[in-house]
């Protein structure tokens, strides 16, 4: 079940339920700037997948996100995030013109999630081309169905506000770095 | 401020465009872009960031103002812009060849599908085999052989093997496609060759009218439309292939106007084509016929086909190859109606689709005109085209053959729903056969010998349904066929049943291996001309009636594919 809190060309963000229940401390009250800063601290790079895991080079994290990606995206997280329910969850999409802009878009997607004292992140796709379509531009009716969302592992800098919650999973602790007045300072 | 620090500056940002313009790669700071590196896409800064940050710190320390700064960025954006090349390629289900303006873009793909088949056949299989719907048509004259094999066979076979050429020429609405094929055909006698398979322009300016002209799968029924790459089953069921728009094949020559399938809850097709098949036209079939105009040609001199009354004694010497009805054309129109969001053509819910997606369908086609054998109606003489006869053994129609010239006109009605992973998917397809040649079929010239019964028509279902176990990776699919090839026929039906464990390795159709089950049963009862009792006066007797039986089939087909 997902209900659309904006949609243009450049930024999506729906509200979507969870499989499973769960309880969010939503909604919550950021501010376009609070999420800008905390976003600016995540970076990220593919989880290769095994048995490539133990072969291949693995290239260093990049940041999340650009800043005029930031720009674009944290005004429509904040309403999301106001507008999300305990058992919600808040995805976003960040769409920019694919290098085939007639058949697919770069797409930077995933959801956010708030369980004081933490924020949790999780991204499906980081720079994939996702096609504009659901049947092939060229192909006739040979259908585009979206990449299959990848495996990515995220960093968050400064480190020490990027922890564990009690289930083992990996989260921000938002008001103490908020608090902090510090920057997120993923490397660039 | 001082002569001496505007001085310091200057040669500062002279320094720093010197810098710029010997750096190779010199792009700007904020632009940057996707570079498609080792099958990832990576984010790559377009200015040196050695460079960056000397500028940065120039800003900060005060030795250039913003305004410098900003003009330096441009000049280098403009630069790197101006150096880099005028095309770009890169990876995306298939490689990719694009102009920077977008006026011309190349995507090079390639399919195959590997298959290995364990196939058991009852006795019947081996007497009296398949040669009403299924003939092998042999030799130059393509005299009908009886399909035969033992109980077992072990296969290994490339089924499919595709390259396409696809983009755009000009403007981005004016597409073209080729398709090339390389397979051997399952029962051929020599190895297959590279070959047109299909060629077509689309041009797509207007939504509500694209118009897609050349050689391509015909707008008529679902599951043609749908591609062999997008299927839950290894292969079509063969009442999906007897059905088709032309009656002979699923693609054809011609031009289809349609609306955008993605924009309009209801999509019109209509077609006019050639209706002969791929690659081939009407011209390319015709009569033989003596000098003397309208007098049959081929050796008709003797019983129990003497020259018909008013015609010269037939001998061999000049005849002609008389071209009859190539003026017909065949007309096809199809109607969707996209009832719940956009299920489309390929098979299954692959997508997972969130909301429910629900579509019914319905087609017809006239094709008439198709020469189907001699005017004399028997095999041996005055043989019609056989491209178009091999069509019609190929595609289960082989009960159609010798029936004269006769006109199709084929109807057809779909639906498709699908919902978090289930589908079900179902199509009813009437074929009307019409004789020019009414009455029943002549054995001889002067007709006093006919077939037992006419043809009638032909008829047929199926109903396939599947669900993904685990979401966009592994389905399990089942279907049921029934195909009764001529209605005026008694055990002459055709069922199959089929189930299919799919595995689609990344998400998508493009890799995939499939494990899929059939039974067929085919009844080997009916009439067919020239394979079934009574033959012409003095061409002997053919025993297979009084075998009879239902040949059963039981394959495992197991399958490979890569789509890239």
Known sequence: ?188 | MSTYRRGVRALMIAALLVGLSSVTLAQAADSGKLVEKDGKYVFVESMDPSLKLLLERSVKSGMITQGEYDQVMKESEERTQLLSPSFRGWYDRGFNLSMNDNAFFLKIRFRSQLRFTQRFRNDAWRNPGEAKNFPELLGVFGDYRANRSENSASSFNVRRLRFYFMGHLFDPDFKYYIQMRAETAKNAQSPGSLSLFDVNFSYTRLPWANVQFGQYKVYFNRSQINSTASMQFAERALVQDAFTASGLDRRDIGITIMNDEELFPVNYYIGVFNGAGPSFNRLGSFTSEQATVDCPGGQTSGNPFPTPAGCPVNQRNLNANTRLDVDRLMYVARLNWNILGRPGYGEGDLAYSETPQFAIGGGYSYNPGINTSSDNAFVGLDLANLNIRRQLAAFGNGRQLGLGIVDYSTWAADGVFKYRGFSLQGEFYFKNVIRHNKGLPCMNTACTETAPNNFGNAMGWYVQSGYYLIPRTVELSARYAYWDPDTASANDLIKQADVSLNWFLNGTYDHQIMVTYSNTQFGTGGYAIGRSAPLPPGSGIVPLDTVGGTLIENAIRVQYQIFF
């Open chain 1, 1 to 188: 079940m997902t209900r659309t809190v904006h949609e243009d060309q450049r930024v999506v963000v729906k509200v979507q339920r969870e499989v499973e229940p769960t309880s969010y401390t939503h909604p919550v009250q950021l501010t376009s700037g609070e999420i800008a800063s905390l976003l600016r601290g995540f970076s990220i790079r593919e989880q290769q997948r095994l048995p490539l895991r133990w072969f291949a080079e693995e290239l260093p994290p990049k940041p999340l996100f650009r800043e005029d990606e930031l720009q674009a995206l944290a005004p429509h997280l904040e309403q999301g995030l106001q507008q999300v329910g305990p058992n919600e969850r808040t995805h976003f999409e960040l769409r920019s013109p694919g290098f085939n802009p007639e058949y697919g878009r770069d797409t930077i997607a995933g959801w956010m999630a708030v369980r004081d004292p933490y924020l949790y992140i999780t991204i499906e796709y980081f720079h994939t081309q996702i096609p504009v379509r659901k049947f092939d531009n060229y192909d006739s009716n040979y259908p585009l169905p979206p990449p299959t969302p990848k495996d990515y592992i995220l960093y968050f800098e400064p480190g020490r506000f990027w922890s564990t919650d009690e289930a083992k999973a990996q989260a921000v602790a938002y008001r103490q770095f908020l608090k902090s007045g510090e920057a997120g300072t993923a490397p660039r």
